[in-house]
Nanobody, 127 residues
Framework: QVQLVESGGGSVQAGGPLRLSCVAS????????MAWFRQTPGKEREGVACIYTGADSTFYADSVKGRFTISQDNAKNVVYLQMTNLRPEDSGTYIC?????????????????????WGQGTQVTVS
């Protein structure tokens, strides 16, 4: 069993920064990647950022490119999402996700069906 727990959400002013963390607790499956999605009321869940855990290469949605940075600390089983220049449209529930160890997930595909483990999410409100 893999548990993904997000933290770091909160309410910030537009233009401000926020850093989200996703900690893998319990059994860690060493997935090939970790991804961040966000859910905004009235909109479908969208992929935001993805990182290949082995290659440490990253992918971003066009809407956040240049403003968000995904990074990892493999020793701590933590994935971060550093957000800068936040906009009201960035508001939503941010969820980290990972595929099963048996599946290869292609970062940039943003296929939710290929991700087996999902956290509960952390709320981000930009005003």
């Amino acid at each position: 069993q893999v548990q993904l727990v997000e933290s770091g959400g909160g309410s910030v002013q537009a233009g401000g920064p926020l850093r989200l963390s996703c900690v893998a607790s319990g059994y860690w499956s060493n997935s090939n990647c970790m991804a961040w999605f966000r859910q905004t009321p009235g909109k479908e869940r969208e992929g935001v950022a993805c990182i290949y855990t082995g290659a440490d290469s990253t992918f971003y949605a066009d809407s956040v490119k240049g403003r968000f940075t995904i990074s990892q600390d493999n020793a701590k089983n933590v994935v971060y999402l550093q957000m800068t220049n936040l906009r009201p449209e960035d508001s939503g529930t941010y969820i980290c996700a990972a595929p099963s160890r048996r599946n290869f997930y292609k970062c940039g595909s943003w296929r939710q069906g290929g991700l087996s483990h999902w956290g509960q999410g952390t709320q981000v409100t930009v005003s």
